[in-house]
């Protein structure tokens, strides 16, 4: 079975500073990883996804992530948070033949002044 | 473009009455279509996926039932609504590049 792990609860950053959002996987084959943010009482909007190609995803937002083959990890970075961008966060991974996103616990981010 | 459109925005219900939760999409053809529901502001759980009309898949046991009576329609229903059926429900859909978009959710409240 294909899952993803999201091993923080929650992360609390100053604006300002960068931040990361931890994300590991297990799939067989090659992973398809995405990212998505939920704002309170709203839908998830998509941020980033990897596919193939080079291992530095950038997306939407200011947001970026890393994926690492070696580690199984795709986690999520910012340079500067900013208080606008706490939200709650899901990392991703397509499995059932391409038809099915399975979704990580979520990890709400917080960034305070 | 594409736009994907989930009403109502806010239910509230009583236990053992029924429910219709509906999905449309728009500016697409032959999407395959989900019903997610998230507990608790938290976890995301993949309820029912439609890869055509008519042709639904099942994740869960449960109190619910999924219909695609056209190719961008997308209905959530229950004969009778319990407790626990309460959460947050989201639609979404993908045509096959990976992306996938996701309506702006049902808050589900069973009293």
């Known amino acids: 079975a294909q899952s993803v792990a999201q091993p923080e609860d929650q992360v609390n950053v100053a604006e300002g500073n960068p931040l990361t959002v931890k994300c590991t996987y297990s799939v067989s084959g090659n992973p398809y990883l995405f990212w998505y943010v939920q704002y309170p009482n709203r839908g998830l909007q998509f941020l980033l996804k990897?596919?193939?190609?080079?291992?530095l995803v950038k997306g939407s937002y200011g947001f970026e992530a890393e994926f690492n083959k070696s580690q199984t990890s795709f986690h999520l970075k910012k340079p500067s948070a900013l208080v606008s961008d706490s939200a709650l966060y899901f990392c991703a991974v397509l499995s059932g033949g391409g038809n099915k996103l399975t979704f990580g616990t979520g990890t709400q981010l917080k960034v305070e002044l | 473009s594409q736009t994907i459109h989930q009403w109502p925005a806010t239910l509230v219900q009583p236990v053992g009455s029924p429910l219709s939760l509906e999905c449309t999409v728009e500016g697409t053809s032959n999407p395959n279509l989900y019903w997610y529901r998230q507990a608790a502001g938290r976890g995301l759980q993949l309820l029912f996926y439609s890869v055509g009309i008519g042709q639904i898949s099942s994740e869960v046991p449960q109190n619910l039932s999924a219909s695609r009576p056209q190719d961008r329609q997308f209905i959530l229903s229950s004969k009778k609504l319990l407790l626990s059926d309460s959460g947050f429900y989201l639609c979404a859909w993908s045509s096959g590049n990976y992306g996938y978009t996701f309506g702006s959710g049902t808050r589900l409240t069973v009293v």
């Open positions: 990897y596919i193939t190609g080079d291992n």
